[in-house]
DNA sequence: TTGACATATTAGAATATTCTAATGATACTT
DNA sequence: AAGTATCATTAGAATATTCTAATATGTCAA
């Protein structure tokens, strides 16, 4: 009767630290609003071009980000929307003022 | 207009690592039940007395939990009821087939 | 007050994560 | 084809996290 079976407590973990981190979370944060290419991430991260990449990867391979290529570059948006409740519940503890419905929208 | 604030993305990213650890996301979901003391966490999670302890001190460090002393046994509990939100939006992800609604009844 | 029990703390070794710097790959432009 | 721009990959140093083992603290019971 728990909320998470045990033998699912390990990848649910590793979903989080899959975003338990400054720029992976802060670049979920911006892909809230859509799609974005690598170059823009990085502005809006303040991270090297090399060091974001690797972030990226990672989530994605954590099957929490898909990309598409686009001409030269490469646009990255949220694969499993499953994730964006995940932001919102964050938000619920980090910033209740700014109040949002689950579905993302503000109120 | 981001869910979450440039400037408290650190702090969630904190919030996340603080549960983003096999023994410390199985402590919060089997407290989503209530209050146990640490032998029964321990118990529960099959880790040593000393990291269980360790894991715990993170976790009331980061306001997530909160403990009461009775007698000779330590009791921990969920301290921000928010954390809660966590867990569900989790589950959605990692275990959609046990449905349950955000207040965490089950269905 | 002594011993047993429950939990916390500490130090340090083991392990994992993160970042930087260098290089590689591919697609455009001219 | 040569140069430039965008992104990915790799190796390894720097840093952070986790675990174990030993010890400390506080509480209860006899």
Known sequence: MQMIPEQKIRTASEGLRAIAHEVRLSVLCHL??????????????????????????????????????????????????????????????YCPEICSTSNGELK
Do not use: W
Request: proline share 3%; net charge positive; glycine share 8%.
């Open 32 to 93: 809230m609003q859509g799609p974005m290419c690598v170059q823009d991430l990085m502005e809006a991260t303040g991270t090297s071009q090399s060091n974001l990449s690797q972030h990226l990867s990672k989530m994605r391979l954590m099957g929490i980000l898909e990309n598409e290529k686009r001409g030269q570059q490469v646009y990255y948006s949220i694969a499993n929307p499953a994730f964006r409740g995940l932001v919102s519940a964050l938000q619920a503890i």
